[in-house]
């Protein structure tokens, strides 16, 4: 009898916490974003948010906790209980901040991985005064004035600042980072001819490109963007094996139940490929990218194998 009751006593958490997952959500659920309101964390948290929020039938609210290149908010979920109502919004900064900053937690244990919601370019923008039209006219240009072309950045350690590293390493050209409070006032001094050239998520600066206030001669993934079939690669414009591509996923304390991540992992891959939603995303230069949570894991951990090798190969350290 000591036997059976202490078997119970086991199995009886994981059949409450079963239950428990089977009924999620039963309260409102909070989605942190780490960076400011307004942002491609922000616009794509929101969309999903909302649509969770109708098809769950309980509420699913942003919760904008910013500072630390996105460090304060992701400490709070990492410190929040397991039990899925409350989730961290994510994007290529998480495996850069990984490479750039000694973290207080481990980025490849401390969450459980949900969903990765979607991807989305660079893209190599200049000011149209620069008398470039392609970029193997840049990288000839660069060489020619070693030193003398300045790229804006969001700051240290950000997708704009490490996808250029990674660019002057392998077009092995001399150009000056300029880094900036935010992308926002990175892009504003590049229109203002501060700087000559920048690169940044398609989802920033296509308006920019479409008033011909900048010009874009090259986009950072595998394939040619579908917003821009016309811009070629740089991979395919002079600088082989070039990929750099933002993304945005969901992540929960580790711990989480598995019924809750993959609950929230099958109804978030059916919300982003909603007919709205992907011409919303491709307008914008994303697009939707559904993977298992064990898929996402791996691609966490490959993107911060890939950036912590550009940060090292740069010299580039926390501020």
Same mark, same amino acid.
């Given at each position: 009898?000591?036997?059976?009751?202490?078997?119970?006593?086991?199995?009886?958490?994981?059949?409450?916490?079963?239950?428990?997952?089977?009924?999620?959500?039963?309260?409102?659920?909070?989605?942190?974003?780490?960076?400011?309101?307004?942002? /491609?964390?922000?616009?794509?948290?929101?969309?999903?948010?909302?649509?969770?929020?109708?098809?769950?039938?309980?509420?699913?609210?942003?919760?904008?906790?910013?500072?630390?290149?996105?460090?304060?908010?992701? !400490?709070?979920?990492?410190?929040?209980?397991?039990?899925?109502?409350?989730?961290?919004?994510? /994007?290529?900064?998480?495996?850069?901040?990984?490479?750039?900053?000694?973290?207080?937690?481990?980025?490849?244990?401390?969450?459980?991985?949900?969903?990765?919601? $979607?991807?989305?370019?660079?893209?190599?923008?200049?000011?149209?005064?620069?008398?470039?039209?392609?970029?193997?006219?840049?990288?000839?240009?660069?060489?020619?004035?070693?030193?003398?072309?300045?790229?804006?950045?969001?700051?240290?350690?950000?997708?704009?600042?490490?996808?250029?590293?990674?660019?002057?390493?392998?077009?092995?050209?001399?150009?000056?980072?300029?880094?900036?409070?935010?992308?926002?006032?990175?892009?504003?001094?590049?229109?203002?001819?501060?700087?000559?050239?920048?690169?940044?998520?398609?989802?920033?600066?296509?308006?920019?490109?479409?008033?011909?206030?900048?010009?874009?001669?090259?986009?950072?993934?595998?394939?040619?963007?579908?917003?821009?079939?016309?811009?070629?690669?740089?991979?395919?414009? $002079?600088?082989? $094996?070039?990929?750099?591509?933002?993304?945005?996923?969901?992540?929960?304390?580790?711990?989480?139940?598995?019924?809750?991540?993959?609950?929230?992992? /099958?109804?978030?891959?059916?919300?982003?490929?909603?007919?709205?939603?992907?011409?919303?995303?491709?307008?914008?230069?994303?697009?939707?990218?559904?993977?298992?949570?064990?898929?996402?894991?791996?691609?966490?951990?490959?993107?911060?194998?890939?950036?912590?090798?550009?940060?090292? !190969?740069?010299?580039?350290?926390? !501020?």
């Amino acid at each position: 009898m000591k036997h059976l009751a202490a078997t119970l006593i086991s199995i009886l958490p994981l059949a409450f916490a079963a239950a428990h997952a089977q009924d999620y959500p039963v309260k409102t659920v909070r989605i942190v974003v780490p960076f400011p309101p307004g942002g /491609s964390n922000d616009i794509i948290a929101r969309v999903l948010a909302a649509h969770l929020s109708e098809r769950l039938g309980r509420q699913f609210v942003v919760d904008n906790r910013s500072g630390a290149g996105g460090l304060v908010g992701t !400490e709070h979920v990492w410190k929040s209980a397991a039990d899925g109502y409350t989730l961290l919004t994510i /994007s290529v900064a998480y495996p850069m901040n990984a490479a750039v900053y000694k973290l207080p937690y481990d980025p490849l244990t401390a969450f459980t991985p949900v969903v990765l919601l $979607g991807t989305g370019t660079n893209g190599l923008v200049v000011h149209p005064a620069l008398p470039v039209k392609n970029v193997k006219e840049l990288i000839a240009l660069s060489k020619a004035r070693p030193g003398q072309l300045q790229y804006s950045s969001a700051g240290i350690g950000t997708f704009q600042h490490l996808s250029a590293e990674m660019f002057r390493a392998m077009a092995n050209v001399n150009i000056m980072h300029i880094p900036y409070k935010g992308g926002g006032p990175a892009i504003v001094d590049l229109m203002a001819g501060q700087v000559q050239l920048s690169f940044a998520s398609l989802i920033v600066i296509l308006p920019h490109i479409r008033s011909h206030r900048l010009r874009i001669i090259g986009t950072g993934g595998a394939q040619r963007a579908a917003t821009l079939p016309e811009v070629p690669t740089l991979n395919e414009s $002079g600088v082989p $094996g070039y990929e750099a591509n933002n993304w945005w996923g969901i992540l929960a304390p580790a711990g989480t139940h598995d019924a809750v991540v993959r609950r929230l992992n /099958s109804e978030a891959n059916v919300i982003m490929n909603l007919p709205d939603i992907k011409k919303r995303l491709a307008n914008e230069g994303a697009e939707p990218f559904n993977l298992t949570p064990e898929q996402f894991a791996k691609h966490i951990a490959a993107e911060i194998a890939k950036w912590g090798k550009v940060t090292r !190969e740069a010299g580039i350290k926390a !501020e």
